[in-house]
């Protein structure tokens, strides 16, 4: 017998919801991790690890990498190798994730925030250089959905101010590049992660790549809960002892297999995510315009790393009503980021308040689609289909 299912004059039976993210194995993970477990070697410094590494090392020409438990604590690893203290400012963009700042402030340096520009969404260079001062020991830059900030910009005001060091939040930018330079490149530090909802993923974790050789054996210590056990390992002392700050920041061996795997299906992860964004570009440019929306470009010199699609709407209220339909459509859209100079913590740790007007307006704007490495051309183009029929029914009158 037939089963039929009640359904009226105007109901469609239910579509699967399209989630915002969907983690994907994509190549040997399970044949590593599983060889990691029995390996006899599971804590941090593998041989696991060690693959991954010089991966990261040879993209990005790192003189060396350390692979840490998320993107936030190779962040405080880079705040505790500049020996931070309660006179010295470091400048983060407000928009953007909690830990670009609270690595900083935790260990101890105030926070001035800097605005963004309204198309890469990038740090502003002229609100950077009006905040600079001799009190500035870092300035930490996004490259937000993967593509460059003004790097050109950056650098010219940081020319002036040769003391202060540059600090790459690259966690959507891992494999993008600046006139052909890789993402992480350009600072002494950057800072990478692995959370299950960036390009390559093992749960969670992280890395820092180390772009000055004058910085290498001390990451080392600090990275190995203050000892030179990692001197001792290479066989340079013949015994090792506590030596300096630090903490355990290293990536279990079993998830840097997981990792290894990723990194090893890189132009394959980084072509599915390309083709994604190439599929949204493509149908959504022809409607911006009549919609009154504005679409995401990558401007020149500029390589994306295809981390994310945004679009920002006309105002927060359609905004809010667009999410809200796409929801009630089955599409799982969301915002970003929720401005860190007005948060309370932002508001506590700062020197003293600024105007981030870009940040403000962008914030309540952005729409971000569903995005991962395996999102079928026939989801995206019903996230589109939703997306704009959502737009018409939420159109001001
Ligand atoms: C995801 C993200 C982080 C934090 O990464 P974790 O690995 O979860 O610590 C920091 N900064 C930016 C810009 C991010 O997108």
Redesign the pocket.
Known sequence: MEEVTPMGPTETPDLPMIPFNRPALEGRELDYVRESMLSGHQSSGGEFGRKAMAILAEETGAEDVLLTT??????ELSAMLLDLGPDDTVIVPSF?????ALAFARQGARLLFCDIEPHTLGIDAEHLASLIDDSVKAVVV?H?AGIACDLEGVQKVLADHPGVTLVE?N??SLFGTWRDRPLGSYGRFA?????D??NFICG???ALLLNEARDVDRARVLYDKGTNRRAFLLGQVDKYSWKDTGSSFGLSDVLAAYLLAQLEQREVIQAKRKAVWDRYHEALAPYADEHGFTIMETPAERTSAY?MFYVLLDSHERRNAVLGSLREGGVQATFHYVPLHSSDAGRMFALRETACPVTDDVSGRLLRLPFYNNLSGEDADRVVETFLASLSASAPV
């Open positions: 998320s993107c936030t604590s190779a962040l953007t994730f909690t830990t670009s996004v937000y939040d966690a959507h800072a990478q992660s692995f959370h909802t960036k969670e974790g992280g981390h």
